[in-house]
């Protein structure tokens, strides 16, 4: 288990240099901003925390997703902005000659990218056989022709390199398809396995922190463990990952590598929090525990039915969440202190990680506790 880090209460906005922001899904639902958020960004840039964003989003430039976010009320210039297609115009100009033609699935963010870059952006349906290669982005007009170009192209040239490999992305509406979905038909289609650019992959992360002149220390802050606080540690800095957006809480059972913060909203980084240590129970945690067990209503019973394979929240020297999976049983039981929904939340999180590593089918998670029911990630209501 990859542990959070932390167990004690600390203000975010006054430990971190910068704050590396994922656009979609942490600032914006598609073009409306998060609610909350661009309150919370400007008192940020008031503290003096530095500010940087980094988007896998392939469709926008950056001077049209900072005029976007400046109408959503959050004070950004475009060189603070550093994209995906930014990244894949400077791998292709790697990969090819000068002034090349360059077979496009995506919008105006890689044609523009790829144009600064020296490059000559063919939108799908212009293609004519002399392309040195396939950027393929989120495009919303995708179709059956442009597929069959860019199959082609690639088999030809074998330079295919993708902004990202996002499955989806998030919209108002709801989950979309993602630029990850269309880079795969390509991939099945021609045969030839993309170069992806975005995150998980450093770049982006590590060009915003140059941007910003390499502060020390710095928080990514994203909404997906698989790509943004994999892009994060890869470059050295701590992450946090926010439940309201694409992944959510299911993120992290299905995470090799954990955040050290988990935010529910963003505007805990403002204020004092108390982030829970999640972890292995050892036998020192048998006092707190029978605490705990005792004042849900359970019985005390061995000591290794208790800790085997048990986990725990710990917070400012004490325990505040204990769970366990009661093999046999499909049933993950979760024992919080009142108020502590959170750690519940992330014990329970950490449990199905490691049942769904072993194979083992787990259904529900039942908590216990006096006050309200919590539904933990990836289960129904109890």
Same mark, same amino acid.
């Given at each position: 288990? #990859?542990?959070?880090?932390?167990?004690?209460?600390?203000? /975010?906005?006054?430990?971190?240099?910068?704050?590396?922001?994922?656009?979609?899904?942490?600032?914006?639902?598609?073009? +409306?901003? =998060?609610?909350?958020?661009?309150?919370?960004?400007?008192?940020?840039?008031?503290?003096?925390?530095?500010?940087?964003?980094?988007?896998?989003?392939?469709?926008?430039?950056?001077?049209?997703?900072?005029?976007?976010?400046?109408?959503?009320?959050?004070?950004?210039?475009?060189?603070?902005?550093?994209?995906?297609?930014?990244?894949?115009?400077?791998?292709?100009?790697?990969?090819?000659?000068?002034?090349?033609?360059?077979?496009?699935?995506?919008?105006?963010?890689?044609?523009?990218?790829?144009?600064?870059?020296?490059?000559?952006?063919?939108?799908?349906?212009?293609?004519?056989?002399?392309?040195?290669?396939?950027?393929?982005?989120?495009?919303?007009?995708?179709?059956?022709?442009?597929?069959?170009?860019?199959?082609?192209?690639?088999?030809?040239?074998?330079?295919?390199?993708?902004?990202?490999?996002?499955?989806?992305?998030? #919209?108002?509406?709801?989950?979309?398809?993602?630029?990850?979905?269309?880079?795969?038909?390509? +991939? =099945?289609?021609?045969?030839?396995?993309?170069?992806?650019?975005?995150?998980?992959?450093?770049?982006?992360?590590?060009?915003?922190?140059?941007?910003?002149?390499?502060?020390?220390?710095?928080?990514?802050?994203?909404?997906?463990?698989?790509?943004?606080?994999?892009?994060?540690?890869?470059?050295?800095?701590?992450?946090?990952?926010?439940?309201?957006?694409?992944?959510?809480?299911?993120?992290?059972?299905?995470?090799?590598?954990?955040?050290?913060?988990?935010?529910?909203?963003?505007?805990?980084?403002?204020?004092?929090?108390?982030?829970?240590?999640?972890?292995?129970?050892?036998?020192?945690?048998?006092?707190?525990?029978?605490?705990? =067990?005792?004042?849900?209503?359970?019985?005390?019973?061995?000591?290794?039915?208790?800790?085997?394979?048990?986990?725990? #929240?710990?917070?400012?020297?004490?325990?505040?969440?204990?769970?366990?999976?009661? +093999?046999?049983?499909?049933?993950?039981?979760?024992?919080?202190?009142?108020?502590?929904?959170?750690?519940?939340? /992330?014990?329970?999180?950490?449990?199905?990680?490691?049942?769904?590593?072993?194979?083992?089918?787990?259904?529900?998670?039942?908590?216990?506790?006096?006050? +309200?029911?919590?539904?933990?990630?990836?289960?129904?209501?109890?």
């Amino acid at each position: 288990m #990859a542990p959070l880090k932390t167990g004690q209460a600390r203000v /975010l906005a006054g430990v971190y240099a910068a704050f590396l922001v994922d656009v979609d899904g942490v600032v914006l639902r598609g073009e +409306e901003p =998060v609610s909350g958020v661009p309150e919370v960004l400007r008192e940020l840039k008031k503290r003096g925390v530095r500010l940087g964003f980094v988007t896998n989003n392939s469709t926008r430039t950056p001077e049209a997703l900072a005029a976007l976010l400046r109408r959503a009320g959050v004070d950004v210039t475009a060189d603070s902005i550093v994209t995906s297609a930014q990244a894949a115009a400077s791998r292709v100009k790697e990969l090819v000659p000068e002034g090349s033609r360059v077979l496009v699935v995506g919008g105006e963010g890689i044609r523009a990218a790829l144009a600064a870059a020296g490059l000559y952006p063919v939108p799908g349906t212009e293609a004519r056989g002399d392309e040195a290669g396939v950027v393929v982005g989120l495009d919303t007009a995708f179709t059956y022709d442009t597929l069959a170009a860019a199959q082609r192209v690639a088999m030809q040239t074998g330079v295919l390199v993708a902004t990202n490999a996002d499955a989806t992305f998030p #919209a108002s509406e709801g989950l979309l398809p993602g630029a990850g979905s269309l880079v795969a038909a390509v +991939e =099945v289609a021609s045969g030839v396995r993309a170069e992806v650019v975005g995150k998980p992959r450093p770049d982006l992360v590590l060009e915003a922190l140059r941007r910003l002149g390499n502060p020390v220390p710095a928080l990514m802050v994203g909404d997906r463990c698989d790509t943004d606080v994999v892009a994060a540690h890869s470059s050295g800095v701590d992450a946090a990952l926010v439940t309201y957006g694409a992944g959510g809480w299911r993120s992290l059972v299905a995470a090799e590598d954990w955040p050290e913060y988990v935010l529910d909203d963003l505007e805990e980084v403002l204020r004092p929090v108390e982030f829970p240590l999640i972890r292995p129970a050892t036998a020192r945690d048998l006092t707190g525990l029978a605490e705990m =067990v005792h004042g849900a209503g359970g019985k005390v019973g061995r000591a290794s039915r208790w800790l085997a394979g048990a986990v725990v #929240a710990e917070a400012s020297g004490r325990l505040v969440a204990y769970g366990r999976v009661i +093999e046999g049983e499909g049933l993950v039981e979760v024992v919080r202190r009142e108020g502590e929904e959170k750690a519940a939340r /992330l014990v329970a999180a950490a449990l199905l990680r490691e049942a769904e590593k072993q194979g083992a089918k787990v259904g529900r998670v039942e908590p216990k506790e006096l006050g +309200e029911v919590f539904t933990a990630p990836g289960a129904s209501p109890p």
